[in-house]
């Protein structure tokens, strides 16, 4: 009989909630990363060595800007969902 009057106690207590502080993750120091430096053009004759150099930062460039930028747009994503949620 004991047992049956414990029995709803020790889930009225069970039941309770605690609050737990959430906070969203900070960005990792290694996803901040700077892009790469780009090549410097050496003295030349050659317009095709200039070309070579400049074609080469231009992808270099633009494919970091797309790297960053996907992530920037991630983690707003991720964030606003964290914070909904609440």
């Known amino acids: ?4 009057l414990i029995l709803p106690i ?3 207590f069970g039941c309770t909630t605690v609050p737990v502080a959430r906070n969203f993750p900070n960005i ?3 996803l901040q990363k700077s892009c790469v ?3 410097e ?10 070309l070579v150099v400049v074609t080469n ?7 970091c800007k797309i790297k960053v930028e996907t992530w920037q747009e991630w983690y707003k994503q991720q964030k606003e969902i964290f ?4």
């Open 57 to 63: 930062n231009y992808t270099l460039y633009h494919e």
């Open 41 to 50: 053009v050496e003295k030349t004759s050659k317009l095709s060595d200039v």
């Open 28 to 30: 990792p120091d290694s």
């Open 83 to 86: 914070e909904s949620v609440k």
């Open 37 to 39: 430096e780009l090549e």
């Open 1 to 4: 009989m004991k047992k049956l």
């Open 10 to 12: 020790v889930f009225l």
